[in-house]
């Protein structure tokens, strides 16, 4: 249980893609073989997709796996640098609070549905603010822990 509470979002990641995969085989297996089509198919494959996307997301910034821009940080002295470090989480917790305010209003205000199954695009689109908001979380795991290695360098 602790695992998964560790890696949740990887593991209901891989139950959406998995999900896609197969609706999108199921679909294609209909379609060529028995020459019909599920209408509501690809809105699944798409919203799971979507999903996928966006926990995965949030997964490789707790794993601080995201492309960064540390070619000029390296280069930095090592105080200079958990300095420019710390600077750097506080500017991510704001950008990614800011961008949990914004889906969350985003999504709170559309009246959009799907096509095919006519459910709320809220539904798909909530994944948008789960994902901000678990990055605004970890940013600011990160800022403490960036801190405490600060003062820590001080001492």
Avoid: H, Q
């Avoid at 930095?76 to 961008?99: A, G, N, T």
């Avoid at 999504?107 to 789960?130: G, M, Q």
């Amino acid at each position: 249980m602790r695992d998964f509470l560790k890696k949740f979002e990887l593991y209901i990641g891989s139950f959406f893609i998995a999900i896609t995969t197969i609706v999108v085989v199921m679909n294609v297996f209909t379609r060529y073989v028995l020459k019909f089509t599920y209408f509501w198919a690809e809105e699944i494959a798409v919203g799971c997709f979507v999903w996928t996307i966006f926990l995965g997301t949030a997964a490789a910034y707790r794993e601080k796996a995201l492309i960064g821009v540390e070619a000029v940080v390296v280069l930095l002295p090592k105080k200079i640098r958990k300095i420019v470090e710390f600077l750097v989480y506080i500017l991510l917790f704001i950008l990614s609070s800011l961008m949990f305010y914004f889906s969350y209003t985003y999504v709170a205000s559309s009246s959009k549905i799907t096509a095919a199954l006519e459910i709320s695009y809220a539904y798909i689109n909530s994944s948008i603010i789960i994902s901000f908001g678990l990055m605004s979380l970890y940013s600011l795991l990160f800022v403490i822990e960036s801190f405490k290695e600060l003062i820590k360098g001080k001492e």
